[in-house]
Nanobody
């Protein structure tokens, strides 16, 4: 299983970015997906997660600004981030969790830096 995250960068506050996570080596529909982030000196926290049954959980700090989606045909999960704030600065990681047994996989992170 490989998860390749991309799309990070440096932006100004108020701007947008879209992160992509391309999954390979798995059957896309057999996993549920999420995005997490880790700021320097902080723990890795949930940003958004597509729950089994297709509901979505968002961290309170990103509700109304971020949205997650999945394209099964492309085996890719997206995180659209709007109205970015300096506190959104972190390394963003995608996660895949196997529905069958809960096995968890992480991609390498992509850096998002938001300046004021």
């Amino acid at each position: 299983v490989q998860l390749q995250a991309s799309g990070g960068g440096q932006v100004q506050a108020g701007e947008s970015l879209r992160l992509s996570c391309a999954a390979s080596g798995l059957r896309f529909s057999n996993f549920i997906y999420g995005w997490y982030r880790q700021a320097p000196g902080q723990q890795r926290d949930l940003v958004a997660r597509i729950r089994d049954g297709h509901g979505i959980d968002y961290a309170d700090s990103v509700k109304g600004r971020f949205s997650v989606s999945a394209d099964e045909a492309r085996s890719t999960v997206y995180l659209q981030m709007n109205k970015l704030r300096p506190e959104d600065t972190a390394v963003y990681y995608c996660q895949a969790v196997a529905r069958r047994n809960g096995a968890t996989y992480w991609g390498k992170g992509t850096q998002v830096t938001v300046s004021s």
